[in-house]
Nanobody, 124 residues
């Protein structure tokens, strides 16, 4: 069992930055690939970014590529999402998720554990 707790969300002006964190419980964090997804009101959950167990490979959704950066610190059991150049379309609840497998990381159905989410609101 892995418990995930997101933090770092909030209200930011367009063009600003935020860094989300997701802290995982347990001693097996390094055996999970990690992902970030988001869901805006009335929209489906959207893939944002993912990182493999080792941190060597990262993947991004088209809408955030070049603006967001995912990273992880296996010693701290934490995954991060640095978000720059935010715009109103980035407003959503952001969720982190853990996946025992290290492939098909864009697919939300592949993930085994989810956090409760953190709200990000970008004002224009």
């Amino acid at each position: 069992q892995v418990q995930l707790v997101e933090s770092g969300g909030g209200l930011v002006q367009a063009g600003g930055s935020l860094r989300l964190s997701c802290a995982a419980s347990g001693r097996t964090f390094s055996t999970y690939a990690m992902g970030w997804f988001r869901q805006a009101p009335g929209k489906e959950r959207e893939f944002v970014a993912a990182i493999t167990r080792s941190g060597v490979n990262t993947y991004y959704g088209d809408s955030v590529k070049g603006r967001f950066t995912i990273s992880r610190d296996n010693a701290k059991n934490t995954v991060y999402l640095q978000m720059n150049s935010l715009n109103s379309e980035d407003t959503a609840v952001y969720y982190c998720a853990a996946d025992r497998a290290d492939w098909d990381l864009r697919n939300a159905a592949e993930y085994d554990y989810w956090g409760q989410g953190t709200q990000v609101t970008v004002s224009s």
